[in-house]
């Protein structure tokens, strides 16, 4: 070995291979920006090209987004898309927890239930599924309502739920759509834990529910969340499939304009670049909660 | 004779078509330090673990103190029995499992807080009290994962001892620790000892056998081949089987 060649610090810059990785990334990452702002000019030259109507876009863009000339905060179709998004996501989060406690328990009831629940829901389309509960439902309410003499009167709570309002429903479909697929996500989060864990737990007297709540949950969260994060990104534009049953959000509202004044491709570029934003934005969001979630080894 | 605190009868345990404890019957009286030995397979681990119910015995009886849980009962009983069975005992695993999302005195209270309901203050003294005694106040608000492998498992120990049981089970406490590590477990287990807790001991650590055990029990197949006190059990063993096991173990272990 030779060990008097000391290599000098010029050698040593051009060898030093993390440098050259790092000189090779950020050009990388220039280039890369450079072919975002490419397909961007095309994008802005084939615009001006079918002389997309920018005045138009002008005038109603604040209709879209948040029902200008409406001071009610529910008629602005950004919130109602936020709102739908947040309730939902609670509503799957709920479901999918309880579905993944059937899921992994041996009573063959909730076992059952949850199968089914989960094959039903991923075995049917979305937007079939929001349809049987907005259209669907109602005919069952006629059906017991002939059956039943005064049916409305005497079960008020089951009428109301079988003639759900447009936004409710909404809500009630993606929250049953996603806490379907999040059972498994649930599921694998539960069983990631070691058995050692509910064991420790057990041996010093806690009761399941005891050992589930404060043991294996807080433990699972961690790996539960980054999966909760991207499903609640797909949510936030799936929930523009509920604009079909008349819930006034960002689609409904660019729709209405659209068709009625023959601009569609304006009003809808506005919407689609509002969901762009809002999940570039809550894509960040979520990578910095997973780079929490990583850094807290302990 | 005095009344044993540990009494287990006829005691079975099938995996399945496998029967890996074929009925077990053994006495342990208070204060007694009882090692169980034998390979791995012996179902020396399934007994230990069938006396606070981690595994459910196939049949036979387990009494713990006077609570009596065995086949015929079934329901609520059988569920408030075995919780309280748990609450006299106390156990350690060949793996530590301490909750790697709470603190050092965090994991020693947890059961203290939840299931004794002591309030927390009072939990966070008892807490301190028994990790002075197994020498790791000063790891008191330490993450389970900045721990050593002997640290981890005398934090087990100062967690299980905290909730004051009778009967102290040890399952292969240092068989997943660094040979170096083992020593301080040892230490902190005799001193368990010395203090009169009655400890049931599944252990290939022949040396705690020898020192610390009263009796030493060889497991083999299922069955209870051979009981003695140590000195007999190491130099005179009477079963074929037990000092055929004895002599492959010590010539692999020095």
Redesign the interface.
Known sequence: MNVTEVPSAQSQAETDPLLSVRRLARSFGLKVTLVWLFIFGCGALAISLIRLNLAFIGDWWSFIVYGAGTPDVWQVGLVTTIFISIVSIFGAIILAFLSALGRLSRNPIAYGVSTFYVSLIRGTPLIVQIFILYFGLPQINQQLGKLIPNFELQFPLISNLLLLPALPTGILALALNYGAYMTEVFRAGIQSISKGQTEAARALGMTSGQTMWRIVLPQAVRVIIPPVGNDFIAMTKDSALVSVIGVQELLWRAQKVGVQYFHSMETLMVAAAIYWVMTIVLQAIQSRIERHLARGDR | MMNPIVRITDLYKDFGPLRVLKGITLHVTQREVVCIIGRSGSGKSTLLRSI?F?EEPTSGSVEVDGVEVNSQLDGRQRKQRI?QI??L???V?Q?F?????KSVIDNII??LV???KVPRKQAVQIGEMFLKKVGLIQKRDE?P??LSGGQKQRV?IA??LA?EPKVMLFDEPTSALDPELIGEVINVMEAVANEGMTMLVVTHEMSFARDTADRVIYMEDGALVEEGAPSEMFSVPRDPRTSQFLQRYLSQHG
């Open positions: 606070n981690l919780h748990r609450l005992t106390g156990m695993f793996e499992n301490l909750f790697p999302h947890e059961a939840v299931v004794k993450y994962a900045r087990a967690r299980a909730m």
